[in-house]
């Protein structure tokens, strides 16, 4: 089992940038393909982003292609979300989650979540 914690949200003007980090405990994070997902006030929750186990491979939502970069540390059991030129629409809380098998652009595809983090991004 694998708990997480996000960190770094806030709020941020339209154009800016904020970086997300989640940390997992336990000595097995390199064995979980991790994702970011986010849900807007009165949205369901969607995917942002994904990452296999070494990092070397990455996912994104068309939405934030090009703007976000997903990465992990294994050394550090974190994961982060680089997000640049930050709008509006973005903003939402912003969870991280870890997928025993692969990862995938849905919750259901996900085996542990964090708490969440909040993003607002001004115009």
């Known amino acids: 089992q694998v708990q997480l914690v996000e960190s770094g949200g806030g709020l941020v003007q339209a154009g800016g940038s904020l970086r997300l980090s989640c940390a997992a405990s336990?000595?097995?994070?390199?064995?979980?393909?991790m994702g970011w997902f986010r849900q807007a006030p009165g949205k369901e929750r969607e995917f942002v982003a994904a990452?296999?186990?070494?990092?070397?491979?990455?996912a994104y939502a068309d939405s934030v292609k090009g703007r976000f970069t997903i990465s992990r540390d294994n050394a550090k059991n974190t994961v982060y979300l680089q997000m640049n030129s930050l709008k509006p629409e973005d903003t939402a809380v912003y969870y991280c989650?870890?997928?025993?098998?692969?990862?995938?652009?849905?919750?259901?595809?996900?085996?542990?979540w964090g708490q969440g983090t909040r993003v607002t991004v001004s115009s």
């Open positions: 990452i296999n186990r070494s990092g070397g491979s990455t």
């Open positions: 989650a870890a997928a025993k098998t692969t990862y995938r652009d849905y919750v259901a595809g996900y085996d542990y």
């Open positions: 336990g000595r097995t994070f390199s064995s979980y393909y």
